[in-house]
T-cell receptor, first 114, second 113 residues
């Protein structure tokens, strides 16, 4: 069974469109994350939720809006997509959110904006 | 803010050669973690080091945490083609958030068979 699953895996869309990426974890973890990995492989945290509460909101454009309906799900909605949004978006989870705990990553969602 | 720097950015070796990647933090870390990302894959946790001067081994991989807890290294002995990938170190944020890891930019290892 996949521990952290996200959909879709691949997404090609035009500039200006709105798209969503869904994520679910079955590990029973309290904390979930969205990371962005650009073409240079740099992994940068975007958001973190702990028990459905937003606890980390990095300098991310307002066009990005996370939503956590429950602690097992964290979705990412992106409005008015831009070329620079092209990247791999990784959902992840960890237990209790303590930085010393292992982060489990999903397989990634490859977003290409054309 | 906290910075975690990794060198080298790229390393190409012949199969059987050794490989080392280094990680340096601008601040003292409570712990450091290492992840491996295969090409086209996702980061996968390898290990966590907590104690000053700690050394841990996983088969051909040796991980070290510096005495000052500001640097770390990953050494692979006798590389194999299965070692190909990007190795990331990550340390917890020192700015008060316990929920944030700062990742280094990674070292991409390629192995020539």
């Amino acid at each position: 069974d996949t521990a952290v699953s996200q959909t879709p895996k691949y997404l090609v869309t035009q500039m200006g469109n709105d798209k969503s990426i869904k994520c679910e974890q079955n590990l029973g973890h309290d904390t979930m994350y969205w990371y962005k990995q650009d073409s240079k492989k740099f992994l940068k945290i975007m958001f973190s939720y702990n028990n459905k509460e937003l606890i980390i909101n990095e300098t991310v454009p307002n066009r990005f809006s996370p939503k956590s309906p429950d602690k097992a799900h964290l979705n990412l909605h992106i409005n008015s997509l831009e070329l620079g949004d092209s990247a791999v978006y990784f959902c992840a989870s960890s237990q209790e959110g303590y930085s010393g705990n292992t982060i489990y990553f999903g397989e990634g969602s490859w977003l290409t904006v054309v | 803010g906290q910075q975690v720097m990794q060198i080298p950015q790229y390393q190409h070796v012949q199969e059987g050669e050794d490989f080392t990647t280094y990680c340096n933090s601008s601040t003292t870390l409570s712990n450091i973690q290492w992840y491996k990302q295969r090409p086209g894959g996702h980061p996968v946790f390898l290990i966590q080091l907590v104690k000053s001067g700690e050394v841990k081994k996983q088969k051909r991989l040796t991980f070290q945490f510096g005495e000052a807890k500001k640097n770390s290294s990953l050494h692979i002995t006798a590389t194999q083609t299965t070692d190909v990938g990007t190795y990331f170190c990550a340390g917890p944020n020192s700015g008060g958030s316990n929920y944030k890891l700062t990742f280094g930019k990674g070292t991409l290892l390629t192995v020539n068979p």
